[in-house]
Antibody
Framework: EVQLLESGGGLIQPGGSLRLSCEAS????????MTWVRQAPGKGLEWVSA????????FYADSVKGRFTISRDNSRNTLYLQMDSLRVEDTAIYYC??????????????WGQGILVTVSS | SYVLTQPPSVSVVPGQTATIACGGN??????VHWYQQKSGQAPIVVIL???DRPSGIPERFSGSKSENTASLTITRVEPGDEADYYC???????????FGGGTKLSVL
């Protein structure tokens, strides 16, 4: 059974940094592209970032480019999202998801339960 | 940037058919995926690659496309289908995933 467990969320002040982790199990992590999707309170889904099976290529939404960094450690079956220069508008539930096939064709076929990030002073 | 437009809400009586539209410029040339998100839960994919159903998704769910509109159709709607539904594509020009704004399906 595929499982994705996010951690690292919490309350952070504007301008601060957080690193989210997503520990994967139940599948060959190194064979799948991965993605982060977020959902602000009461709002729809917003794609954040994605990466292929290796360390590149990586892809970012315009709203986070230059502030967020996606990475993975295939030896630890873990996906990361380093979030710097956080803004109030980054407040959301962050989901990691396994991508079927490639980033440019696949869908998010398995999702974690999400982790809440709150940016507030 | 590429925009996907969905109606904010669709209402249907149990047993009837619900159709949720997803409008986008020349969406016929893109691969469309559909997600269902029930209240307080993570999304799940209900239609892959325009019209494929993942295992475990009832045959009542189907997907289709025309030139500028993709559609998710749910036949014989059940109260358990009440959820938010999102379409998603890859925009090759910006190398971004794009989600529609979501449609709330209400089963009256």
């Amino acid at each position: 059974e595929v499982q994705l467990l996010e951690s690292g969320g919490g309350l952070i002040q504007p301008g601060g940094s957080l690193r989210l982790s997503c520990e994967a199990s139940g599948f060959s992590f190194n064979m799948f592209a991965m993605t982060w999707v977020r959902q602000a309170p009461g709002k729809g889904l917003e794609w954040v970032s994605a990466m292929s099976t290796g360390n590149s290529p990586t892809f970012y939404a315009d709203s986070v480019k230059g502030r967020f960094t996606i990475s993975r450690d295939n030896s630890r079956n873990t996906l990361y999202l380093q979030m710097d220069s956080l803004r109030v508008e980054d407040t959301a539930i962050y989901y990691c998801a396994q991508v079927a096939a490639t980033v440019n064709t696949g869908a998010a076929v398995h999702w974690g339960q999400g982790i809440l990030v709150t940016v507030s002073s | 940037s590429y925009v996907l437009t969905q109606p904010p809400s669709v209402s249907v009586v149990p047993g009837q058919t619900a159709t949720i539209a997803c409008g986008g410029n020349n969406i016929a040339g893109k691969t469309v995926h559909w997600y269902q998100q029930k209240s307080g839960q993570a999304p799940i994919v209900v239609i892959l690659y325009n019209d494929d159903r993942p295992s475990g998704i009832p045959e009542r769910f189907s997907g289709s496309k025309s030139e500028n509109t993709a559609s998710l159709t749910i036949t014989r709607v059940e109260p358990g289908d009440e959820a938010d539904y999102y379409c998603q594509v890859w925009d090759s020009r910006t190398t971004h995933w794009v989600f529609g704004g979501g449609t709330k399906l209400s089963v009256l």
